[in-house]
């Protein structure tokens, strides 16, 4: 696939205007009140489908600059919170030449530059403000080996790009996008940066990191733009001795890659990413001599196909899933490899977090927040169906620092104000132990969502898990459609059943709920007129509409008799709800 006429790689976008504000009101906010529909939900707290494990702790961004910036710092802070040293941040550019000053697409540390004979000069101090910053906040680095230095890249001018949004994707890629004149310094610059971040930080917190090389080397090739300007080859060949470079100061490191895109555009990309696991497992390794490159887990991306049309957004949840599903299949066609770890390295709705304009107005609202909550329960359902291992799914979604409120770009949160996506984040964080069995008579099978989407009947299903050590249950309902138009609420009622004993005659109940009343910055941000600077006490009520919303009591309470109990709850298109029962 080649980028189309304004150079953007996710396919069938409009144009994408320069738009500074973007004050698009969710249709689903205005609908008009229609019969809610029945929908029962039934959860068996005995059938156990597995560990539940946290796929969605990952996060990242284009500009590592910012995690060093107030709202970044605040960010971090909340993202480390929900799992303190479990969550980790993936960023673009931290080998990047430059001052550290931040823009779209755009970071630097100027971590490698060469004196006059071509001798390497080696400064580690705005990459440890970044770091420091993630590490101080609970968060863990996914170390991205790239972007070229600009004293070693082929073609070094011009270097610093001057993309901002509505102009062509491919003005991005500029000098750093480009294979290294010296594959050996590019392996000594891996080399000394593991070394440096083991005497920092200690070599028992560095081998708990993930290390992989550049992004997307699959979009690009000689002759024409893309985030690796060079054959696959030279590819393999910048990745093999990247690699070295990390174990040779530190063995024990965990190490892998390719994180590569376009795997739901088929051949080549499929192809290309066939080959690098190839490449990994059975190639002659360029730096070493030797055969296959370590690969400790595996990362690739998935993105959706958003359009609007006929005056609304309509989402492309099926590309989205159908992308992890090949993903998937390429993984676990190689015996060897279904039981390695697989981060999704970038799994969103679309892929470019820092465009803006009407394709890209579901961000702010409840159309991504339920869109995550669907989703992420589907990416548990094809690692099931494939038997791979998946351990991660990174959102690649942050903060722009110091732009217009709301302004519409994808990211967890506005000039510090977490977003509606945030709190089902915070939701996720609240479940863990064991998945357990759901079904739900208004629920889109898998199948159906990869081939139409969610475009007939809205999808409302659940997603349950049950920890025995905390004994607590947790069930998360989420009422989906792709397109962001009124429609009625699902009037459900959940059953519980096999609840266990130790929760006793009478358990806890916490309902939380994100939609257009609950958990929801933005709307309040509407209702306040829209503010384009709010004053102190418009900004603490911000704050406080952004939090996770409990809908019930402190001290309500749920009768269970022999093990099962049941709820009712009306859940609005795009409401996403989290029950928690316990004692």
Known sequence: MKPDSRGYWFPRLAAVSAVVLLLVVPGAA???????????????????LGELKPIWRFFGADEPNYATMKDGQ?????????????????????????????????????????????????????????????LERGVRPYVQIGFMPQALSTHPLPYRHEWRPGLPYLDVFTGWAHPPKSYQKWGDLAYEWTKHSVERYGEQEVQTWYWQTWNEANLGGPGWGGYFSGSDEEFYKLHDYAIAGVRRALPTARVGGPDAAGISFGAPWTDWFRNFLEHSLRGKNFATGGIGTPLDFISFHAKGEPSFQDGHIRMGIAAHLRAIDEGFDVIASFPELKNKPIVLGESDPEGCAACQGPEFSYRNGTVYSSYTAASFARKHDLADRHGVNLEG????????????????????????????????????????????????????????????????????????????????????????????????????????????????????LSHYRVDQEHGNAYARWLRMGSPPAPDREQYARLLQASELTQITGDSETQDILQGSTQLSLDLPRQGVSLLVLEQ
């Open 30 to 48: 205005f609908a008009a009140k229609e019969v809610p529909f029945p929908v029962q939900i039934r959860v068996d707290a005995n059938v156990s």
């Open 74 to 134: 605040r960010l971090l802070g909340e993202l480390g919170a929900l799992q303190p040293k479990g969550v980790y941040f993936r960023a673009h550019n931290l080998l990047t030449s430059g001052d550290g000053t931040p823009a779209f697409k755009w970071g630097s540390t100027n971590a490698y530059t060469e004196d006059a004979q071509g001798n390497p000069i080696y400064d580690w101090r705005i990459l440890d403000l970044i770091f420091d910053s993630y």
């Open 393 to 508: 799914a990174l959102s690649w979604s942050f903060t722009f620092e110091d732009q217009p409120y709301f302004a519409g770009f994808r990211q967890l949160a506005s000039n510090g104000v977490p977003l509606p996506v945030f709190n089902i984040i915070r939701m996720f964080a609240k479940m863990s132990g064991v998945r357990v069995a759901t079904e739900s008579t208004a629920s889109v099978s898998l199948d159906d969502i990869m081939q139409d989407g969610v475009r007939k009947q809205a999808d409302v299903s659940a997603f349950a898990s049950y920890d025995a050590q905390s004994n607590r249950l947790a069930v998360m309902v989420w009422h989906y459609h792709d397109d962001d138009l009124p429609g009625p609420d699902a009037a459900v009622t959940l059953t519980l059943s096999g609840l266990p004993a130790a929760l006793g005659a009478q358990a806890k």
